[in-house]
């Protein structure tokens, strides 16, 4: 998991308003929506399957003097959100996390890491943005970016905020916070040299797409590896060379790398570790205790390094990754759209092992 606990103070307000049969359920005070005073989001009720996530309605937030209200145009659904949902996590972090997230359910049950959209309203002591600015962001542990609107501060606990370039769309630009930001910050870490040999296991999704082409940018020789139906698209972005790992085993065909980035963590460390030159690195994303516990000693008693973690970038590094985008350098893969109201099954969609890049979900358009 690529999450590190962070404050969560900002996360939307949580009081769940839903309909049921027929029936509003509104507690006094609270207006319609017509009245701008509630918001659609989607609430993941317990641990569980997709099932678990319901479409309501909650009070809409107000900015504080340092915050920022941003309507969501656009977010996305990534193998973390569906990690949360389940509480599908490694033994040795379950408990902090557990307690972090909520012990029977979801404490903060807007579930969504980065978002795209406008900014409609500033607190007084906002000084870097301003009303109608199209922003894109990474909420970090507070999360809550499943919504119609959401509030955040000029740098968000953990996250991200920058401005969109005007040729980028807002579905393009929800993809980039979480996945293009962890992608950098990894690689930087690495870090990645021109002329570098690099392989990337788990090239196909939010992060591996980045990561493959963040590589090439850097002058590397990119190897890619995924499910045989994502390799098109990974040489499309630029991969030198594409391994279907199920006809093949990376680790078993002699080859070695300067630097080995194993998005999901499901590769063999042993195996891998075998496939580094002297003084490679092996960058791990999610990583199991057994992992850790090898990483480390490889890291003692050998040229080899194993790194575990990349710092959260900065509003800087997203205005950079922006910048790429919209200068055409780096590429935002939407593999398919869904609406707000079909969360669950763009969940299903995600633990399909198919999906090519990203999931988008559509939150209102520009003239809704």
């Known amino acids: 998991m ?10 939307i307000p949580l009081l769940a308003i839903e309909k049921a049969g027929g029936t509003d359920h509104r507690p006094p005070g609270i207006l319609k929506r017509g009245q701008a005073r509630v918001m659609k989001a989607i609430h993941c009720t317990a641990y569980g399957p997709p099932e678990v996530l319901r479409l309501v309605e909650v009070p809409k937030p107000a900015p504080k003097d340092d915050e920022i209200l941003i309507r969501i145009r656009a977010t996305s659904v990534t193998a973390a959100d569906c990690e949360i949902r389940r509480f599908d996590f490694p033994g040795w972090i379950w408990l902090p996390l557990r307690l972090w997230f909520g012990l029977r359910r979801p404490r903060h049950p807007v579930l969504g890491q980065e978002l795209a959209g406008d900014i409609e309203e500033t607190g007084a002591k906002v000084q870097s943005f301003r009303h109608g600015d199209r922003v894109f962001a990474a909420t970090g542990m507070a999360l809550g970016a499943h919504a119609e609107w959401i509030c ?57 797409t980045y990561a493959v082409q963040l590589a090439r940018l850097l002058g590397a ?15 499309s972005l630029g991969a030198d060379e594409v391994v279907d790992y199920i006809q093949e085993d990376f680790t078993s065909n002699g080859r070695t790398y300067d630097l080995i980035f194993d998005v999901m963590g499901k590769s063999s460390l042993a195996r891998g570790l075998g496939s580094l030159t002297p003084h490679g690195k092996f960058l791990l994303s999610n990583p199991r205790f057994g992992q850790l516990l090898r990483g480390l000693w490889a890291s003692v008693t050998s040229g080899k390094k194993v790194i575990f973690g990349a710092e959260s970038g900065t509003n800087e590094d997203l205005a950079y990754l922006g910048g790429l985008i919209g200068s055409g350098q780096l590429r935002a893969v ?7 109201e079909d969360m669950a099954e763009a969940h299903r969609y995600a633990e399909s092992g198919l999906k090519q890049g990203n999931i988008v979900i559509s939150v209102s358009n520009p003239d809704g």
């Not at 939407?334 to 707000?340: E, G, H, Q, T």
Request: charged share 25%.
């Open 334 to 340: 939407v593999d398919r759209v869904f609406p707000l």
């Open 221 to 235: 020789h990119v190897t890619a590896v995924d499910r045989g139906i994502k390799l098109d698209m990974l040489r």
């Open 152 to 208: 955040l501060r000029e740098q968000p606990e953990g996250g991200a905020l920058a401005k969109i370039p005007a040729n980028v769309s807002y579905a393009e630009a929800a993809t980039v916070p979480y996945g293009g930001r962890e992608a950098l910050q990894f690689l930087r870490k690495g870090p990645v040299r021109r002329g570098d040999r690099v392989l990337i296991n788990g090239a196909g999704g939010s992060f591996g």
């Open 2 to 11: 690529c999450l590190s606990a962070r404050d969560a103070r900002h996360a």
